[in-house]
């Protein structure tokens, strides 16, 4: 199962400007193993699936697109949506506690 999220890519133009888009980058995330006595451990990771920008009519330059860099915004969006989820499964305990009362 993929994931998305927005960011933008930066360059420059054939004339030196400096050129921002905002781009949808798509990825996939692998989740860890910590191993046993037959398989060896596996660290989670993430992998880039594509960057397309939000605006079709723009044309980024594979030199503005640094993967090792969205793989670092991937591992920080993977790490938000976690903290998200274990927020909402908080609050959601505490609701039940609350109607039970």
């Known amino acids: 199962m993929s994931h998305t999220f927005k960011s933008t890519a ?60 969205y793989a670092e915004e991937c591992d920080q969006h993977w790490a938000d949506e976690i903290a998200a989820a274990a927020d909402a499964r908080g609050e959601a305990q505490r609701d039940a506690q609350w109607e039970r009362l």
């Open 10 to 69: 930066m360059w420059h133009d054939s004339v030196g400007n400096e050129c921002e888009c905002e781009v949808i980058v798509e990825y996939d995330r692998y989740v860890g193993y910590n191993g046993d006595s037959v398989n060896p451990p596996e660290e989670s990771r993430v992998e880039v699936i594509g960057v397309t920008p939000v605006i079709a009519d723009y044309d980024i330059p594979a030199s503005a697109i640094d993967l090792e860099a």
